[in-house]
């Protein structure tokens, strides 16, 4: 009978594994692959974007970009697949924050692209929608977009200042709400009565 050494997962592999998978053919398809959980991996990604490896930040953008296209969220779960290795890793907020956006049209017609600090491009609608929570104690908003497959991008602070000038009121279950139009979908911020 012989024994395996079982190979620590490390980033340097992972960064190996997603190369060859997504032969640059954009997203690879982690929603298909079902490889052995190889535990957790000393990575984490902070509320502002920044990904770090055993504690330092990762400066290098391509393998940071490398490293978004292999996320997936399972349960309540992040982790890194590729073909042959499932690691997890910690995940402050969300995996990602929307640094930027553009709109074309207005009023209901209105269409928000946002765009990722890993350089994903996501339209807000029924199938990437926007949300807001709230801190309990300070009211402070916290709103994010869905950029695909349970990741979300945390809008960040100046982004949702210039959205909250094309905000608009609408009508949501008989009760008025201030919020945003895009792609034929309104998505509520705040109750309008607790605008100042």
């Not at 553009?102 to 990437?128: H, I, K, M, S, Y």
């Not at 809008?155 to 279950?173: C, M, N, P, Q, T």
Request: proline content about 8%; charged content about 25%; glycine content about 10%.
């Amino acid at each position: 009978m012989t024994s395996q050494n079982r190979v620590q997962p490390s980033a340097e592999g992972i960064a190996a594994s997603a190369k060859a998978a997504s032969q640059g053919k954009g997203l690879p398809p982690v929603h298909l692959w079902n490889p052995p959980d190889c535990g957790d991996l000393d990575m984490r990604i902070a509320r502002d974007g920044t990904w770090f490896y055993l504690g330092t930040p990762i400066g290098r953008k391509e393998l940071v970009r490398l490293f978004s296209t292999i996320l997936r969220k399972d349960g309540a779960r992040y982790v890194l697949v590729t073909p042959v290795e499932k690691v997890g890793i910690t995940v402050d907020d969300a995996p990602f924050v929307a640094v930027d956006f553009e709109v074309a049209g207005e009023g209901r017609d209105q269409v928000l692209t946002f765009e990722t600090n890993v350089g994903d491009f996501t339209v807000a609608g029924p199938e990437a929608p926007i949300r807001v929570e709230r801190d309990a104690e300070t009211g402070e908003p916290s709103p994010y977009v869905l950029v695909r497959a349970e990741l979300e991008a945390l809008i960040d602070r100046k982004s949702f200042y210039r959205l909250v000038e094309i905000g608009a009121h609408h009508a949501v279950e008989g009760e008025r709400w201030f919020g945003l139009w895009s792609s034929g979908t309104f998505f509520p911020v705040i109750p309008s009565a607790e605008l100042p």
